[in-house]
């Protein structure tokens, strides 16, 4: 016991002289107009680091309360437009916090006081590392001696996916890279809102509030998201979903210097938002949930929402199948399957819709749309099946089967086909 309280007052010595030495070196050590922060410099509050192309900026903020400061970056050119919050769930009191680097490279909040608010995680130790802001909105720490990075703020996101950075899964370690909301829209402390990468069949990107399911993308198609026609035009905002062994990931990239930023709100919306230079504005691009039909699993299982429909709550059921009274709609005539390859059910094909929730389907990207019809019709409990994949063009590639109930299905512009049992 007595070593222990040796050990936290001599660490408490070492963080005491370690601050006092930093605050002696004034604002001329401090990161003005520079875009990084070394080993010995520090930033203080009224200080920023601003990217080479000056299109972020790095420094203390207070979206309300002016007496709760917070350390994040943000659009030089828009300064409300935050997309990263260090110390986002312990905010300081005042103007007398600093960020430095540490003599092993790690970054530290410090308060008044020299008491940590916040600091990057990262294992090992580096003794020659510096702090870079990239001009994309990446704060990055590099070991100087070797070059390779050591943490970065994108693999940390808060409410704001930008240019570069990904949301996805590592399959192998289990880490994540999501959205997680801010709890009101002048409060950066943790939301109850995510938006996360689902990886069960295919990729779709799926918003959650407390443990409810709120929104799908739509499953990726090669192209896009099924749900979001918007990203048909790859020309404004190019996307893909890469998949590996070690990662499963949404990213988009910057096109022609316009800035673009998706923000997961407060009560589970993901909107897209694009900086319009001649009017300093952000205009609304596309935004999920749109509408009624969005709400997950609006028409239960086997339901199809049509929000151009003359009357609400714009349900019906696909067709050979009726509505229960206790929601969801279940098949007029059983199916009449073998399992033997002899079955004599058929297959309708529904147009134009986001195709259902894939967390119960498998996927063979090899197959062909014939291949992946006939391995339903084999299989009796096969319900439903689609082409994974629509890029170049006739029906499509890959198989997508569905088991069980099929749910949040809706019709939606440029929509795919979807072939159901009956």
């Not at 399959?171 to 409060?187: C, K, N, Y």
């Not at 990726?220 to 020309?235: A, D, K, Q, T, V």
């Not at 019906?316 to 009726?322: A, L, M, R």
Request: net charge negative; with cysteine; proline share 4%.
């Amino acid at each position: 016991m007595e070593e222990a309280t040796t050990n936290i007052f001599h660490l408490g010595v070492v963080i005491f002289f370690f601050y006092a030495s930093l605050l002696s070196l004034g604002t001329s050590a401090a990161g003005v107009a520079s875009d990084t922060l070394s080993n010995g410099r520090n930033i203080t509050d009224g200080d920023t680091l601003v990217s080479a192309g000056r299109s972020f900026t790095l420094g203390f903020f207070s979206p309300g309360l002016p007496g709760r400061r917070y350390l994040g970056i943000w659009f030089s050119a828009s300064p409300d437009a935050v997309c990263w919050v260090a110390n986002r769930d312990s905010p300081l009191n005042d103007t007398t916090g600093v960020l430095v680097i540490d003599g092993t490279g790690g970054l530290l909040l410090l308060d008044g006081s020299g008491e940590a608010a916040w600091s990057s995680n990262r294992t090992g130790l580096f003794s020659s590392a510096a702090a870079q802001l990239l001009e994309y909105g990446n704060l990055v720490v590099r070991d100087q001696s070797g070059g390779g990075i050591i943490w970065q703020s994108f693999d940390h996101p808060s409410n704001t996916l930008i240019a570069g950075m990904r949301l996805g899964r590592n399959p192998r370690t289990g880490a994540e890279w999501s959205l997680t909301s801010w709890r009101a829209p002048d409060d950066p402390a943790t939301g109850d809102c995510r938006l996360v990468m689902g990886t069960k069949g295919l990729p779709d990107c799926v918003s959650w509030c407390g443990t409810a399911k709120k929104y799908r993308t739509g499953p990726w198609n090669g192209l896009w998201f099924s749900g979001i026609p918007e990203m048909s035009n790859p020309i404004m905002f190019p996307s893909q979903v890469v998949v590996k062994p070690d990662e499963i990931a949404y990213v988009f990239n910057g096109t022609n210097g316009v800035f673009s930023r998706r923000v997961l709100s407060d009560d589970g919306v993901i909107e897209r938002l694009v900086w319009i230079t001649s009017t300093k504005v952000w205009t609304p691009y596309s935004r999920g949930r749109r509408d009624d039909c969005d709400d997950y699993a609006k028409c239960g299982a086997f339901g199809l929402c049509n929000v151009d429909a003359a009357s609400t709550p714009f349900c019906s059921c696909i067709d050979g199948f009726k509505r229960e009274a206790i929601g969801g709609c279940r098949r007029i005539a059983p199916l009449e399957c073998s399992g033997n390859g002899s079955s004599t059910d058929t297959f309708m094909a529904v147009r134009g819709l986001k195709l259902p929730d894939t967390d119960n389907a498998t996927v063979d990207m090899a197959a062909t749309l014939e291949q992946c019809r006939t391995r339903c019709s084999a299989n009796c409990s096969c319900v439903a099946y689609a082409a994974a994949d629509i890029r170049g063009g006739g029906g499509g590639s890959g198989c997508v089967m569905w088991t069980g109930d099929i749910v949040d299905v809706r019709y939606v512009d440029k929509g795919q086909d979807l072939y159901v049992r009956l």
